[in-house]
C-alpha cells in the first residue's frame, strides 16, 4: 500500500514539473521577416482639387534564411489614393496609378536581382480582390488580399531589364457612385530584392564596411479625371496627370 501511494506521489510531482516547463516552439528556427526601415511621403502627390497620393513602404528582411552569402529583402507598398472628390469636396476621382520599382545600375545583376513580385496583369474590371503570393525562398512564402473592385491591374515587370511596375487603372467613366475611382482606394503591391553579401574597404577613408543592401529607384505617376459637360448634351472628361520625382528606397544591413 505505502508502495502505490509513493508512485501516485511521484506520478503527480512529474505531472506538476511538467506543466511548469515553458512551451518550446519547434519551428523556432524556421524563416521569419523582421522589419528594416519604413519610407513614409504623406502626402507624395497633392494638388487642389485634382487629389492626393500617400505612401507607405515598408522593408523587411527574411531571418534564418540558411544562407551567409545572400539576403532576401521583401518590399510592401501600400499607394493610398485619395480623390478630389474626398479630399477637397471636387467632382475629381482617380482614373490610374503608376508605381514603377527599378535596381540601380551599378547593382542590378551583380549585387541585386528582383527575383518574385506580385499581382500580375488582371484584365477587366473586377469586383473582387485579388491575392498576393510573393515567395523569398523555397521555404517562404508570404500572401495576402486587397480589393480590386473596378479596378484594372497591368503588369510591365521585366526582370531581364531589373524592373517591377504596375498600373491600376480605374473603370473612373463606368464604376458605381461609391467605388474605387470616388473613393479612398489603397492599392497593396509588393516584391522581393535578392541582395548579395559584400565586403569593402576605402583606403582613403579608412573606411570597411560588409553586409548586404538594395538599391531600389522608384518613381509613381498618378491620373485623375472628371466630366465636364456643354448645355447638358454633349460631355467629355478632363485628365491631369501628376509625376512623383525619383526616390530612392534604399536599405543595408552591416555584419
Known amino acids: 500500500m505505502r508502495l502505490i501511494l509513493i508512485k501516485i506521489f511521484m506520478l503527480t510531482l512529474s505531472l506538476i514539473l511538467i506543466s511548469l516547463i515553458p512551451y518550446v516552439d519547434v519551428y523556432a528556427d524556421a524563416p521569419y521577416l523582421t522589419p528594416v526601415y519604413s519610407y513614409y511621403y504623406d502626402?507624395?502627390?497633392?494638388?487642389?482639387?485634382?487629389?492626393?497620393?500617400?505612401?507607405?513602404v515598408d522593408v523587411y528582411r527574411l531571418m534564418n534564411d540558411g544562407d551567409p552569402n545572400y539576403d532576401w529583402y521583401y518590399y510592401f507598398i501600400q499607394?493610398?489614393?485619395?480623390?478630389?472628390?474626398?479630399?477637397?469636396?471636387?467632382d475629381w476621382v482617380t482614373a490610374d496609378h503608376t508605381a514603377e520599382h527599378t535596381l540601380a545600375s551599378f547593382?542590378?545583376?551583380?549585387?541585386?536581382?528582383?527575383?518574385?513580385?506580385?499581382?500580375?496583369?488582371?484584365?477587366?474590371?473586377?469586383?473582387?480582390?485579388?491575392?498576393?503570393?510573393?515567395?523569398?525562398?523555397?521555404?517562404?512564402?508570404?500572401?495576402?488580399?486587397?480589393?480590386?473592385?473596378?479596378?484594372?491591374?497591368?503588369?510591365?515587370?521585366?526582370?531581364?531589364?531589373?524592373?517591377?511596375?504596375?498600373?491600376?487603372?480605374?473603370?473612373?467613366?463606368g464604376a458605381p457612385p461609391g467605388s474605387s475611382p470616388d473613393s479612398i482606394y489603397n492599392a497593396k503591391p509588393s516584391f522581393v530584392v535578392l541582395a548579395k553579401y559584400v565586403s569593402m574597404c576605402d583606403g582613403v577613408l579608412g573606411y570597411c564596411w560588409s553586409g548586404t543592401f538594395t538599391h531600389?529607384?522608384?518613381?509613381?505617376r498618378v491620373t485623375f479625371?472628371?466630366?465636364?459637360?456643354?448645355?447638358?448634351?454633349?460631355?467629355?472628361?478632363?485628365?491631369?496627370?501628376?509625376?512623383?520625382?525619383?526616390?530612392?528606397?534604399?536599405?543595408?544591413?552591416?555584419?
Open 43 to 56: 502626402p507624395l502627390i497633392d494638388s487642389n482639387p485634382h487629389g492626393r497620393v500617400n505612401l507607405h
Open 79 to 90: 499607394i493610398q489614393t485619395v480623390p478630389g472628390k474626398v479630399a477637397y469636396n471636387s
Open 107 to 173: 547593382d542590378a545583376g551583380t549585387n541585386n536581382w528582383f527575383v518574385d513580385y506580385d499581382p500580375t496583369t488582371f484584365y477587366g474590371y473586377y469586383s473582387a480582390s485579388t491575392s498576393v503570393i510573393v515567395r523569398l525562398t523555397a521555404g517562404y512564402i508570404f500572401t495576402y488580399k486587397y480589393d480590386i473592385s473596378y479596378v484594372k491591374v497591368i503588369d510591365l515587370s521585366d526582370y531581364s531589364q531589373y524592373r517591377i511596375k504596375w498600373i491600376h487603372d480605374f473603370n473612373e467613366q
Open 216 to 220: 531600389v529607384v522608384a518613381s509613381y
Open 225 to 255: 479625371g472628371h466630366q465636364l459637360c456643354w448645355l447638358g448634351i454633349w460631355c467629355w472628361w478632363e485628365y491631369k496627370t501628376f509625376d512623383s520625382g525619383v526616390l530612392y528606397l534604399y536599405v543595408s544591413t552591416s555584419y
